[in-house]
């Protein structure tokens, strides 16, 4: 099978003034199709720098990135946000909706990215219906609560039907029964088809991932695939 | 993204902060609006103007004694150079229907208690038909008139009313330069507005005004006047009118130029029209000032709005948008502030310029002009300020790096 997500020997270095920052030091990875990965590791230790780069929101320094067989490290501003709008889905730890705007406009906004015009809202509808909030569809997102925000934010990442759902610290705004909450609608996404990589530091957390790979100062110290399903 | 999401995208985002979007139209509102009151009083001037030099009358060249000078000094003799025979001669060209001549000069006309300074001009009967008056009461002078230089006099519209507010002007006496005069007629108001004396003169004979108020001599016989009006056939033969005038004139003068002056209506109106344009121009300038500081003010807001929304922006760029995206968002915003304010401020300015024409300087009301092409004019420029202060807040929104827009508290 095919990866969505190949990673060969990925380095970022920053430069601070006249120091070089090695934030990733040559990473090696591959993400299957449906797998749901957790990366952990403490701040510093370059997971967010990795999830950046997978995202395509940054670029590496070296290396290659393969998405789903297509090389992306070298490709255009524009070309990157299209890939974006088209294979990745975002969820971060800040929810990030637009305030004044309804659940249904926020899931909208990778559509309208997209060019999607006809069939827009349905589409929009039937993500939120997918998250279990088919019954706030109007409601603005500051009227919502975290769980139900971050649940939103779900929806927008997943109506595009992307590739990949990348998620930084989504529970981190959230008391432990809503994050339980939102890892069990994440598992069931994963489910339903859907790759998911998390970024996390909570062993609670990482947990829900059949697949745990830990980092420090750079570099992937640690594999395991034995994680299992607190609830079922 | 499409074109109709983005309109409606950047109209949002300007609906969320009203009080500080109105604000910014406020500030392009008053500078369109200063824009377009203050350039219609410029071309209402210019109106006034034209309508003024074209009520003189049609097809006119103005023939004036030349000053010769002597050093710089005006030579005094030399004044008086033209004549009524000179006149009486222009008047036979064939391209001419007629020739008028005329002297003028200020006298006060009194009746019993009440006096009126008045220009007193001296002329012939043709002077009612060259110069387009009519009559509104009584008679105009006649040839008789002039052959016996009788008192007589024809009042201006507003002499009449200032010494007669009450009665029938006609048959009356009245004193000019302490001369009785008898009142045989009173033209028509020129009507309209502007800057003219026209309804404030007094016309009499020409040989009364010369022998009985003024005393002037010719270099070369015959009375001196100080202005020929010179009528062409039709305006098709106005430069043959002037070309014949200038030969005819040049002979009688011995090829000195300097001896007379011809200025054809055309000349006036064109050199009065230069002045009224600069004077829109000046004040269109000033106005365009506070639009100027109006597309600051734009600018301002723009910036603030980017600051404040770099997480927004982030997580745009996120979910796909491009560069380009962000940049016509924003673009679409600043224009639309500017487009906005265009709009209500020609709405504004026209306002102005109604209640300005409620205004009267000197006894003439003030006259404004809201043209089409200013009105155009205001809005285009309003837009392109929005677009042009736009332009930077964008280009820093368009660039700022995801990443660090996310992360932005």
Do not use: C
């Not at chain 2, 054809?264 to 004040?283: G, I, R």
């Amino acid at each position: 099978m095919e990866a969505v997500v190949q990673l060969f020997g990925i380095e970022r270095v920053y430069r601070m003034g006249s120091v070089a920052v090695h934030a990733l030091r040559g990473v090696d990875l591959a993400i299957y199709p449906g797998e749901m990965v957790a990366i952990m590791g403490p701040s510093g230790s370059g997971k967010s720098t990795l999830m950046h780069i997978m995202g395509l929101l940054d670029r590496p320094t070296a290396g290659r990135y393969l998405l789903e067989g297509q090389e992306v490290h070298r490709l255009g501003d524009s070309a990157l946000a299209r890939l974006r709008n088209r294979k990745i889905g975002f969820v971060f730890q800040a929810y990030n909706l637009l305030p004044r705007a309804t659940a249904l406009e926020n899931v909208e906004l990778p559509l309208m990215y997209a060019g999607v015009v006809r069939g827009r809202r349905q589409r929009a509808m039937d993500a939120l219906e997918r998250v279990g909030l088919g019954h706030r569809l109007r409601h603005r997102s500051n009227q919502l609560s975290g769980g139900e925000q971050q649940r939103v934010a779900i929806a927008r990442a997943l109506v595009n039907n992307p590739s990949l759902i990348l998620a930084d610290e989504p529970t981190g705004n959230l008391d432990t029964k809503t994050s339980q909450e939102i890892m069990a609608l994440f598992r069931q996404l994963q489910r339903e088809g859907m790759t998911v990589v998390l970024v996390t530091h909570e062993p609670d957390i990482a947990r829900w991932a059949e697949r745990v790979v830990v980092m420090r100062d750079g570099r992937i110290i640690e594999e395991r695939r034995d994680g299992h399903d607190p609830v079922g | 993204m499409t074109l109709w999401d983005s309109v409606l995208t950047a109209l949002r985002a300007l609906t969320v902060n009203r009080l500080r979007s109105a604000l910014t139209l406020l500030g392009i509102i008053i500078g369109v609006g200063a824009v377009i009151a203050l350039m219609s009083i410029g071309r209402g001037a210019r109106q006034t103007v034209t309508e003024q030099i074209q009520g003189i009358g049609s097809n006119l060249l103005f023939v004036t004694p030349g000053q010769a000078t002597v050093g710089r000094v005006a030579g005094a003799a030399s004044l008086a150079s033209l004549t009524t025979e000179d006149a009486a001669n222009l008047a036979n060209l064939p391209s001419v229907s007629a020739a008028v001549p005329r002297v003028s000069f200020f006298g006060q006309v009194v009746n019993g208690p009440l006096n009126a300074r008045a220009q007193i001009v001296g002329t012939l009967p043709q002077y009612l038909e060259v110069r387009n008056f009519q009559v509104a009461q009584g008679s105009f002078i006649e040839e008789e008139h002039t052959i016996t230089g009788a008192l007589v006099a024809v009042l201006g519209a507003n002499i009449a009313a200032q010494l007669f507010p009450n009665d029938d002007p006609i048959g009356k006496t009245v004193s000019i330069n302490r001369r009785p005069f008898r009142v045989i007629g009173v033209l028509a108001p020129r009507g309209g507005t502007g800057f003219n004396i026209e309804d404030d003169t007094v016309v009499v004979p020409l040989t009364t005004a010369v022998r009985r108020l003024q005393v002037r001599r010719s270099t070369s016989g015959g009375i001196a006047v100080d202005l020929i009006y010179v009528q062409a056939r039709s305006s098709a033969v106005m430069e043959q009118a002037r070309q014949e005038v200038t030969e005819a004139l040049l002979e009688r003068f011995q090829g000195n130029t300097d001896a007379f002056t011809i200025v054809s209506q055309q000349e006036v109106l064109q050199a009065l029209t230069q002045v009224t344009n600069s004077f829109t121009l000046f004040l269109g300038a000033i106005a365009g000032i506070s639009l100027l500081v109006g597309g600051i003010g734009i600018m301002n807001i723009m910036l603030v709005s980017v600051t404040e929304r770099t997480r927004e922006i982030g997580l745009r760029k996120a979910v796909g948008a491009r560069r380009r995206d962000i940049l016509l968002q924003f673009l679409l915003e600043s224009s639309a502030l500017g487009l906005v304010g265009g709009l209500v401020g020609t709405a504004v300015g026209y306002g102005l310029a109604r209640v300005v024409e409620r205004f009267s300087i000197g006894g003439q009301n003030l006259r404004a002009y809201v043209a089409p092409d200013v009105v155009l004019l205001a809005v285009g420029v309003s837009l392109a300020v929005g677009l042009f202060f736009g332009l930077y807040p964008a280009r820093r929104a368009a660039g700022l790096d995801p990443i660090q827009a996310l992360r932005y508290e």
